[in-house]
């Protein structure tokens, strides 16, 4: 079983449209996130989310929102799209505590592309 | 912001070399490092990972460094295979129970 699963795997879309991109994690995580991944690769983290709290980066634009009805899924969702929220994003989880971090496991992403 | 970042954007190795990737990082308070591999079309893979009370840790054909009094990581591949070619991200956690990532190196494998 995929530990860490994103759908679509592709999206196209047009401009001012309103989309979402689901995520679940099988791993019993209590962290998950949203990335975003540019052209020159660069990861930006957009989000991280657990039962607690909420972090969002202060330059993600409030156009984008999580959504995560349980503990297992957070999912993405954008509105009014523009060109430039074309990149590839990708969701994550991991464990955190106190000295017990853990790696991130990553989905396989969805590319998104804004016509 | 805090930040992690990397010395070289692409690196280039004969095949059957070793390979070292270098990662600078800024935040004093990161306890946990993680060097990431991604390979064109998919999610980055985990490789290893060492915590702030460790200097050194090994893996299979992986190596990686940490300096903290310079702030420094570096990853070392034994034996560099054309498998090995991919884009390798080094990362952090601290305090801010989030996983931030590094610019990226590109690692290409020569015949």
């Known amino acids: 079983d995929t530990a860490v699963s994103q759908t679509p795997k592709y999206l196209v879309t047009q401009m001012g449209n309103d989309k979402s991109i689901k995520c679940e994690q099988n791993?019993?995580?209590?962290?998950m996130y949203w990335y975003k991944q540019d052209s020159k690769k660069f990861l930006k983290i957009m989000f991280s989310?657990?039962?607690?709290?909420?972090?969002i980066n202060e330059t993600v634009p409030n156009r984008f929102s999580p959504k995560s009805p349980d503990k297992a899924h957070l999912n993405l969702h954008i509105n009014s799209l523009e060109l430039g929220d074309s990149a590839v994003y990708f969701c994550?989880?991991?464990?955190?505590?106190?000295?017990?971090?853990?790696?991130?496991?990553f989905g396989q992403g969805t590319r998104l592309t804004v016509v | 912001g805090e930040s992690v970042g990397l010395h070289l954007p692409t690196l280039s190795v004969q095949e059957g070399d070793n390979s070292i990737i270098n990662c600078a990082y800024s935040?004093?308070?990161?306890?946990?490092f993680i060097w990431y591999k991604q390979e064109s079309g998919k999610g980055p893979q985990f490789i290893i990972d060492?915590?702030?009370?460790?200097d050194k840790r090994q893996g299979q054909r992986v190596t990686v460094l940490l300096n903290k009094t310079v702030k420094h990581l570096s990853l070392q591949i034994a034996a560099t295979q054309p498998g090995d070619s991919a884009v390798y991200f080094c990362?952090?956690?601290?305090?801010?129970?989030?996983?931030?990532f590094g610019s990226g190196t590109q690692l290409t494998v020569l015949p």
């Open positions: 994550a989880s991991s464990q955190l505590g106190q000295g017990m971090n853990t790696e991130a496991f």
């Open positions: 791993l019993g995580h209590d962290t």
């Open positions: 989310y657990n039962n607690k709290e909420l972090i």
């Open positions: 935040n004093s308070a990161s306890d946990y």
């Open positions: 060492i915590r702030s009370n460790m």
């Open positions: 990362a952090e956690t601290g305090s801010a129970r989030q996983l931030t």
